[in-house]
């Protein structure tokens, strides 16, 4: 019978991305990740969907249509994207960067609302 050893180590990893320039995501990594560790960006992200997810409290309903309601809720909230970065933006409609003080949304999945906005409709 063979003897299997295993071995662990944790291995923290950090990445930033940008749609613009490698220069512009080391730009986005200091910004948003920095000197963070990732309990701290763990704690952040929970307590942002954590006061999403709780400016609704359901009562009554079964877990499934519980579970229905704030999965749709969740949907909701993942989109619009802003792709903008310190004011500009790649815009894939004519491939090129622009320069805009605005914030540039994409992806709203418009096509997906069955998955989002017809669940809370319904309900």
């Known amino acids: 019978m063979p003897i299997c050893i295993s071995f662990y180590r944790e291995v923290e990893f950090k ?18 990740l920095g000197k963070s560790n990732f309990q701290s960006v763990l704690d952040a992200g929970k307590l942002a969907w954590s006061k999403v997810m709780s400016q609704i409290k359901v009562e009554g309903g079964t877990e499934g249509q519980k579970r229905s309601f704030y999965t749709a809720l969740y949907r909701c909230y993942e989109r619009m994207v802003d792709i903008s970065e310190d004011s ?25 609302t069955y998955l989002a906005q017809h669940p809370l409709r319904i309900i």
């Open 15 to 32: 990445y930033a991305i940008s749609y613009i320039s490698p220069e512009q995501a080391k730009r986005n990594y200091d910004k948003e």
């Open 88 to 112: 500009t933006y790649y815009s894939g409609f004519d491939k090129k960067i622009h320069k805009d003080s605005r914030n540039f949304y994409v992806d709203d999945w418009s096509w997906d």
